[in-house]
């Protein structure tokens, strides 16, 4: 079918917008974000306005205010599986959506007591392990995030496999706080990292982005590093292989 033009409020401009499994998400030059789509983990972040139970998925099919957001100036969005971090323009970080692999980075205490089942965030929440820092982009995977500051490092978290900090025992290693590495109550009960994690191996880098299981990252010389699940060859090193940490890319011209 032909495109067809949203139902946008007047004379709003687009600033960004970012698409997930089933919902999708836009910013606006004046701060507002709008989401509309699918909603049963939170990730549209309206709170209880559209309560979720397994007999009801709330589903918003015309674009919608996010309430919250009315006080803030969102500079970008980025949607996940099912999740969404949002960048404001004083570099706070703010997350809503599911959280059942810790892809929120609110720490190992925040839900510890919730079911795998309901771990949803059903309204936007500032992600405080990060607010220390000067955060310039944020990107999103299925189930893991990731973080650029202005002096060009790198923070991760959430599954541990996809976050290029190594091993599992080299990830416990690189986490100061150990009660923040988990394993999620998956039924595979995989290693996840609950708080924004400094990946070691990097630095000077400009730019990132996030695949459902592999990021890029991208320096200040135009070297590119990979890391993640290796399935047909999408961390371009030539082979199929998974890396724990990161890996230049070699010969891209520059």
Request: proline share 7%; with cysteine; aromatic share 10%.
């Amino acid at each position: 079918k032909r495109p067809k033009l949203l139902p946008l409020p007047p004379f709003w401009k687009l600033r960004c917008m970012s698409l997930g499994a089933y919902f999708s998400c836009f910013a606006f030059e004046h701060g507002e974000m709008l989401t509309c789509g699918r909603g049963e983990w939170g990730q549209l972040g309206h709170g209880d306005l559209y309560p979720y139970s397994k007999a009801h998925r709330p589903c918003i099919t015309v674009p919608t205010a996010i309430y919250t957001f009315r006080k803030l100036d969102i500079q970008s969005v980025s949607c996940g599986y099912a999740y969404v971090l949002a960048l404001t323009r004083s570099n706070q970080v703010y997350f809503f959506g599911n959280n059942n692999h810790s892809q929120g980075g609110l720490g190992p205490y925040y839900q510890e007591d919730v079911p795998f089942s309901e771990k949803g965030v059903s309204a936007p929440v500032l992600v405080r392990p990060l607010s220390h820092l000067k955060v310039v982009q944020v990107d999103c995977g299925s189930f893991f995030s990731a973080a650029l500051t202005d002096n060009g490092d790198v923070y991760t978290w959430g599954l541990a496999g996809c976050l290029g900090l190594g091993t599992d025992d080299e990830v416990r290693n690189a986490v100061a706080n150990p009660d923040a590495v988990q394993s999620s109550q998956s039924p595979s009960c995989r290693l996840i990292v609950t708080t924004p994690t400094r990946v070691p191996t990097l630095k000077d880098i400009k730019l990132i982005a996030v695949g459902q299981w592999h990021t890029v990252a991208v320096d200040i010389h135009g070297d590119a590093f990979t890391w993640g699940v290796g399935h047909q060859g999408r961390l371009g090193h030539g082979t199929v292989e998974a890396h724990l940490t990161p890996k230049k890319i070699e010969n891209i011209p520059k």
